[in-house]
């Protein structure tokens, strides 16, 4: 998987995919300066008017409900369907599902009306999209419950009919039938407003040259940890303002080596579904 992954990084780089991203409004600068960084090319587009346009010439189309109104649930699932037609792999971020009622219904109409190649969230938001009971607060979650997130993301693919990332101290990635565990990263992530919707884009952006998107999750999800580790050790311990500066030099001085060999492990499943 690490040769896999530096390839995949390489290709990215040279074509520089559109990403279109829908996403909030607390977020837009960050995941800019990321995809920028990683070699993506990020585009923000809202306005209902021209979102089918833009998502149709777009790599990816990543949704993202953080900053929640009726409009733009209406822009992303009119993008989402035009994506659709047009064969572009559509994400979603589904930012503080369970929180609200109206968060998790939105999240859950997006999956209704749209194909999504990828639901990428933390345990709380992914286990009320499964109808699951999760500690979540504001947008935050807890640790889901102390269950380790392999079954939960099985569990949701199964359901949801997608490839699932749940991620957390250890990232999880499936489609239901096979996927990976993924170590790395830091806890200063965690301190960052925007951290996880970035990653949601940085997995847009791996899935726009790999059309495998559980390849590419589990691309998007090793670079990134890899990256963390680097920022966490060039901010010399100096705090959150200055791992999100090295944060972004940390993607822009990603390579096919940035991610240790044990990074990335299969993830084993019973023929039914589960964990063995």
Not at 75 to 91: F, R, Y
């Amino acid at each position: 998987m690490r040769k896999e992954t530096g390839e995949l990084l390489e290709r990215l780089r040279s074509e520089r995919p559109l990403v279109h991203n829908i996403t909030n409004t607390v977020v837009t600068n960050f995941t800019a300066n990321g995809l920028l960084a990683l070699g993506a090319s990020p585009v923000m587009a809202y306005a209902r008017e021209e979102v089918a346009d833009m998502a149709k010439v777009a790599g990816a189309l990543v949704l993202n409900i953080g900053t929640l109104t009726a409009e733009l649930v209406e822009a992303c699932i009119i993008a989402g369907k035009a994506a659709n037609e047009a064969g572009v792999p559509v994400l979603l971020d589904p930012v503080g599902a369970g929180a609200t009622p109206y968060r998790t219904e939105s999240s859950l109409r997006i999956l209704r009306e749209v194909k999504v190649a990828i639901v990428r969230g933390n345990a709380a938001e992914i286990a009320h999209l499964t109808g699951e009971i999760r500690e979540i607060k504001g947008v935050d979650a807890g640790d889901g419950g102390g269950e380790a997130p392999v079954e939960l993301a099985v569990r949701a693919a199964a359901k949801l009919g997608t490839v699932v990332a749940v991620t957390g101290r250890e990232d999880v990635i499936t489609d239901g039938t096979k996927g990976f565990v993924v170590a790395g990263g830091d806890e200063l992530l965690a301190r960052v407003t925007g951290a996880g919707c970035l990653l949601t884009s940085v997995m847009g952006a791996f899935a726009a040259v790999e059309r495998d998107p559980l390849r590419a999750g589990a691309a998007a999800l090793t670079l990134y940890g890899a990256a963390a580790e680097a920022a966490a050790v060039q901010a010399g311990g100096r705090g959150p303002g200055s791992f999100q500066i090295a944060f972004l030099d940390a993607l822009a001085g990603l390579s096919a080596n940035s991610a240790g060999a044990d990074a990335v492990r299969p993830l084993e499943l019973a023929a039914g579904g589960g964990a063995r």
